[in-house]
Each structure stands twice: as structure tokens, then as C-alpha cells.
């Protein structure tokens, strides 16, 4: 497809399961971003991807959250011990380039993740 | 670290109408700013962007204001649609490639 795809678009767990959330990019992007997205808030920075390597993961909240993007695209979010806090959307942005500025950031329509 | 925040978390106008709606943030050192549309189950869309040394940037009916004497921020929709209806996010850099965003203004369009 054209844009960022990311499944599943909804994702009910039960807390203390593990979850994975996938983003595919849109083809040549070589930036992937993820956030997280409350109820009424604005997206959060999670992490991002130059390539395959997490530049910068100063956004994961703590250590059972973890991404990977071991090609260079599809990249996974992944949480362990899943709490009822982690329930948000989850966005994944990617852009032709890692420079912030004049690279536009092309947003998926996230995943929905609620832990019962 | 940086906050983005908004005066008004609503905000309702006449179709057709002029609809400015305003961010604050709070680190003087950011240098580069992003308004962000998003409609309701679908991700943010950039709208426009400005860099910290220019104060207005106009696009398609949209215009960025920035002042960062006072660091704030406003996007200004000329005659608003009714697809203009959605919630306004501005993102200010923050430190090496992530955003900060703003907690959002819905804007509503009246008929």
C-alpha cells in the first residue's frame, strides 16, 4: 500500500500477557517513529528507527517495552507484562529521511491496544 | 524537558468562518514546530510547519503564526469547512528526532 500500514487495528489482552504491534513503512522510508497515544492526549514519543538501529529510545517507558526493526522496515513494538496503563493507541510514523525538518512524517492509523 | 500545551481544548465555529486555534510551549531552544490534523480513528496528518527563525508561514488556506518572545504558537484556517472538523495537534522538537505534542484543540464546525 501507499501509506504506513499497522496491524492489528485493535488489540484486546489480557494484563500480564505479551503483546506485539507491527508497523510496516512506507517503502524506502529509512525513519520509523513510534508513539503512544492516551485518551484526549496527544501522541507521545516512544521510539525512533535510523535504518535498523534504534537511534533513540529515550521515550519507552520502561524495560517491557522494546522495538525492533531487524531489516530496516517492518518494525515491531513489543510489550511484556502487559498493565491496564499500557491501554492507548499505538502510532507508527515513518519518513524518507532521519533529518526533523522539511521530512515529513506519514502517520499509520495505529493500533488500539486495551488491557482487560 | 519541553510541554506543549493548548488554551483551548474546544472550539466551535461558523462554517466559513476564520478559526485560529493556539499552543504554548515551553522550551526556548526549540527550532522547529508542526501542526498536525487528526480525524477521528486515523492518524495525524501534517498540515504545515515553521522553523524558530521565521514567524509566519502561510500554506492552502492555513497559516502558522510563531512568537517566540512569549513561545507561542497559533494555526489559523481560512473559511473553514466542514472538513476541517478534526483535532489540532502542535508538536514542538524537542531533543534529537522526537516531537512533544500538544494534548490537542477539537475543532468543530458549525453549518
Known amino acids: 500500500g501507499a501509506g504506513v500500514s499497522q496491524t492489528p487495528s485493535n488489540k484486546v489482552t489480557e494484563k500480564g500477557k505479551y503483546v506485539e504491534l507491527r508497523c510496516d513503512p512506507i517503502?524506502?522510508?529509512?525513519?520509523l517513529y513510534w508513539y503512544r497515544q492516551s485518551l484526549g492526549q496527544g501522541p507521545e514519543f516512544l521510539i525512533y528507527?535510523?535504518?535498523?538501529?534504534?537511534?533513540?529510545d529515550s521515550g519507552l517507558p520502561n524495560d517491557r517495552f522494546f522495538a525492533v526493526r531487524p531489516e530496516g522496515s517492518v518494525s515491531t513494538l513489543k510489550i511484556q507484562r502487559t498493565e491496564r496503563g499500557d491501554s492507548a493507541v499505538y502510532l507508527c510514523?515513518?519518513?524518507?529521511?532521519?533529518?526533523?525538518?522539511?521530512?515529513?512524517?506519514?502517520f499509520g492509523q495505529g493500533t488500539r491496544l486495551t488491557v482487560v | 524537558g519541553e510541554s506543549v500545551g493548548l488554551h483551548l481544548p474546544t472550539l466551535s465555529v461558523q462554517e466559513g468562518d476564520n478559526s485560529i486555534i493556539n499552543c504554548a510551549y515551553s522550551?526556548?531552544?526549540?527550532?522547529?514546530f508542526i501542526w498536525y490534523k487528526q480525524e477521528s480513528g486515523k492518524g495525524p496528518q501534517f498540515i504545515i510547519d515553521?522553523?524558530?527563525?521565521?514567524d509566519k508561514r502561510q500554506g492552502q488556506r492555513v497559516t502558522v503564526l510563531l512568537n517566540k518572545t512569549v513561545k507561542h504558537l497559533s494555526l489559523q484556517i481560512a473559511a473553514t469547512q466542514p472538513g476541517d472538523s478534526a483535532v489540532y495537534f502542535c508538536?514542538?522538537?524537542?531533543?534529537?528526532?522526537?516531537?512533544?505534542f500538544g494534548p490537542g484543540t477539537r475543532l468543530s464546525v458549525l453549518p
Open positions: 510514523a515513518s519518513s524518507l529521511s532521519g533529518g526533523y525538518m522539511n521530512t515529513e512524517a506519514f
Open positions: 508538536a514542538a522538537h524537542g531533543n534529537g528526532q522526537n516531537f512533544v
Open positions: 517503502s524506502g522510508h529509512t525513519a
Open positions: 515553521i522553523r524558530s527563525n521565521m
Open positions: 522550551n526556548s531552544a526549540s527550532d522547529y
Open positions: 528507527f535510523q535504518g535498523t538501529g534504534a537511534a533513540d
